[in-house]
Structure formats: structure tokens, C-alpha cells
């Protein structure tokens, strides 16, 4: 008499089979290292359908003032990441911006932050930075609220944060000089609008809601200029490296 014999652990019946079949590629696709991402390729390129940074934003991450599409090099990669993703959940709507963030994986929009913040920003530090010794005349409301902020609404002065000359601070603090004055303009507005994240300590909601609509003119228009402001002023000789006079 024949005994049956017993089956191979490893052969499941036909019902299991495909249960089985994908436990095994689960598997052996959590074992499979992620592709690294190709950041410049991307920014000159787009993925997944979404348009290349460098059509609106520059070969470079130099921006365009006159589209208003605002410089992206040099600025902080954790304040990327967190607008990259505002922009993809909807935190901070964007009818351009929204589709492409939106189309990009958690992974490509880490390694464009860490891209671009990586990149020469399109001004001279050293002489934005020398900026903070030239007196704001109280008339102009622009350089006043830069430099001075308006103490009696409880307003602090910009650089207080964004850095001196407006060059950004870390990489929460993003630069402002050089940013078209529509886009900076915008912002404000959009901050008063609640139309963008609070930030760090919620402070730009605070600060905008305080600025009338001239002030939020004013400021974006002087640190629009600035870097051409910073340009002029400087002489041969009258600045040290490091931008010291």
C-alpha cells in the first residue's frame, strides 16, 4: 500500500498560491534599496507630468522678478521642504504650484530642497549684510519697517528675522532681498488671507494683519530693490570681506 506523500513546505495549493505570490513580491520589494533622485535632472526637467522648476524659476534657481516667480537658490531647504508640501496638501493654495508639488513624490521634493538651497543665491551677501549700517529715514516706510519694524502696532522690524539686508536666517527664515515686490507683496496678503501655513511661532499671520496695505507695498518694493540699492552704494575700499565697512 503507497502512503501519500506529504507536500513541500514551500509548495502552497493552488488557492493560497496567489496570496502567497504576494507576500513574496511585498517582500522582496521592501528589501529593494529607493533610487536615489537626480535633483538637477529633475529641476531641468519635471517628473510624473510636472513641469520643470527651471521654466519659471530659472536654470539656476535665480528666479524671475518680472513673471513674478521667485528666486528659489540659496534659500533655507527645511522652509522648501515645508512650502513644497503646503503647496502639495493644499495648506497653501497655488493654482501653477499646487498640480506640480502635488505631482512629485515625498523623495523628489526632498532632494529640490536640498537643491536648490545648495545654490549660490542671485545677490552679494556681504553688501545686502552691509546695509544695516545705513540709516532708514522715518519717511521711507519701506526701510523704516525693514530696519526699524513699527514698534506702536507691535510690529518688529524684518531683518530682526529674515537676517540683515534681508539675506534669510537658517533655514526657517527665508531670504527676502532680490524677491520681485509682487510676489513679496502677495505673500503678505496671503498670510492676512490665511491662505499660507503661520510659520515659525505663527508670526508672519501677526506681523501681516498689522501692516496696512500701503506698509505692505512699501516693504515689498524696498526689499525688492535692495540688492541694487546694496550695489550702488558700495565703493571700492569702503567694504572689508565679510562685508564689514
Known sequence: ?????????LIFPPALRPAALAVALSLACSTTPAQPVDAARLAANGANGAAACASCHGARGEGNPAAGFPHLAGLGSGYLREQLQALADGARPNPVMGPVAAALSPAQRDALADYYAG?????DP????ATRDIAAASADTGAWLATRGAWDKNVPACNQCHGPGGIGVGSAFPALAGQSANYIAAQLRAWRQGRRPPGPLALMPAVATRLSEQEID???AYYASLPQAAQAAARPGQLRAGGQP
Do not use: G, I, N, S
Open 1 to 9: 500500500m503507497m502512503l501519500p506523500v506529504p507536500a513541500h513546505p
Open 126 to 129: 556681504d553688501r545686502l549684510a
Open 218 to 220: 512699501a516693504v515689498a
Open 119 to 123: 545654490l549660490p543665491p542671485p545677490f
